[in-house]
């Protein structure tokens, strides 16, 4: 109890001066215009870029700690999976490609309504594109959403490396040994637990050298 209280505290007090650190980046990159600043405005953006990295992250460990405490509540309504889907790469997309990748959306304009909490399934999206972001460079990053037997299925698809098969029973496991890279080694677990409070189901194919599919269910 004493170290989820402590992981959840800390991730709270943490949050404020992130978003201070990326914001006057971005204060600061926005003033210098002219070319001689060319290499301010750099710097600039890797620091608020990096500062919203960690966010997410510190985020994440603030998650875990409600998902043990049973803290999660959805507040859930009836909205488009379109909107959600662009949203989420508009705002999160250029902080997080760094690998010079591609984006594709394949989405239709008349796809039903699914009834969740917008605010988690973005989250959801944003865990997603950043896993297939990280193991992928100058490649296509494919999101696409289409009804399936009275659910909506979303997928997630990336021409990157690949996860050998032994690795995919535990890739939905926290803290996964072996995750390797930049991260907390959560934001899968989380999907996992968001995804079926939701009603729904994830689950992640994979072929090594040919990319990753992460597809996740909601209940129309």
Same mark, same amino acid.
């Given at each position: ?19 201070? $650190? ?16 060319? @290499?301010?405005? +750099? ?8 500062? +919203? ?16 405490? *049973? ?21 999160? /997309? ?8 591609? !984006?594709?959306?394949? $989405?239709?304009? +008349?796809?039903?309504?699914?009834? @969740? ?15 297939? !972001? ?23 698809? +990336? ?11 535990? !890739? /939905? ?8 890279? @930049? ?8 999907? *996992? ?10 689950? $992640? ?8 599919? $992460?597809? /996740?269910?909601?209940?129309?």
């Amino acid at each position: 109890r004493l170290k989820t209280e402590f992981l959840g505290n800390v991730s709270h007090e943490l949050k404020t001066p992130l978003t201070v $650190v990326s914001g006057h980046a971005q204060l600061i990159c926005s003033q210098l215009a002219g070319p001689e600043y060319a @290499a301010i405005r +750099d710097k600039s953006r890797i620091i608020s870029s990096e500062a +919203d990295r960690l966010t997410l992250m510190v985020g994440q460990v603030l998650d875990v700690t409600r998902i043990e405490e *049973k803290k999660i509540l959805l507040e859930k309504r009836l909205c488009h999976i379109d909107e959600l889907i662009y949203q989420a790469v508009e705002t999160h /997309f250029p902080i997080l490609n760094k690998g010079g990748n591609r !984006l594709e959306i394949n $989405v239709g304009l +008349d796809l039903p309504k699914v009834n @969740a909490d917008p605010g988690r399934i973005t989250q959801v999206l944003v865990n997603v594109v950043t896993n297939a !972001l990280h193991h992928t460079k100058q490649g296509i990053i494919t999101i696409s959403a289409k009804e399936v037997d009275e659910t909506m299925e979303i997928s997630v698809s +990336d021409t990157g490396k690949g996860i050998p098969e032994g690795e995919l029973p535990k !890739l /939905f496991t926290r803290y996964r040994s072996g995750s390797g890279g @930049a991260g907390t080694g959560l934001g899968l677990y989380i999907c *996992k637990y968001l995804v079926e409070e939701h009603g729904g189901a994830i689950r $992640v194919e994979s072929t090594v050298g040919k990319g990753t599919t $992460v597809t /996740f269910s909601l209940p129309l």
